[in-house]
């Protein structure tokens, strides 16, 4: 399976983002992550493709959505009310091997087996 991200850019803080995930194939479940400039790779939110429970990190819920389209088998990231400390290469992941994760599991990378190229977000103050 092949992971296709899109739609970073630049905006100001307080605005909004929507990022893209395309999957080539079937998937258990799609995670988010980031990476901010010298610093470790986030998780940022998740979901589980067969019920559709969500999982969100922290830092980012009640701001970030996750949501998909079946028939396109994408996975999208809204982001509303983006702060500078948002500002990182967004990657997308999907596990598309094994069993549906569990829910602990979303939120770890060794859960994911395909990995996106990443796509910036850059937040101006």
């Known amino acids: 399976v092949q992971l296709q991200a899109s739609g970073g850019g630049l905006v100001q803080a307080g605005g909004s983002l929507r990022l893209s995930c395309a999957a080539s194939?079937?998937?258990?479940?799609v995670g988010w992550f980031r990476q901010a400039p010298g610093k470790e790779r986030d998780f940022v939110g998740a979901?589980?493709?067969?019920?559709?429970?969500?999982k969100y990190a922290d830092p980012v819920k009640g701001r970030f959505t996750i949501s998909r389209d079946r028939a396109k088998n994408t996975v999208y990231l809204q982001m509303n009310g983006l702060k500078p400390e948002d500002m990182a290469v967004y990657y997308c992941?999907?596990?598309?091997?094994?069993?549906?994760?569990?829910?602990?599991?979303?939120?770890?990378?060794?859960?994911?087996?395909?990995w996106g190229q990443g796509t910036l977000v850059t937040v101006s103050s």
């Open positions: 194939g079937r998937t258990n479940a």
């Open positions: 992941a999907a596990r598309t091997i094994g069993a549906n994760p569990i829910w602990s599991m979303l939120a770890d990378e060794r859960t994911y087996d395909a």
């Open positions: 979901i589980r493709w067969g019920d559709g429970n969500i």
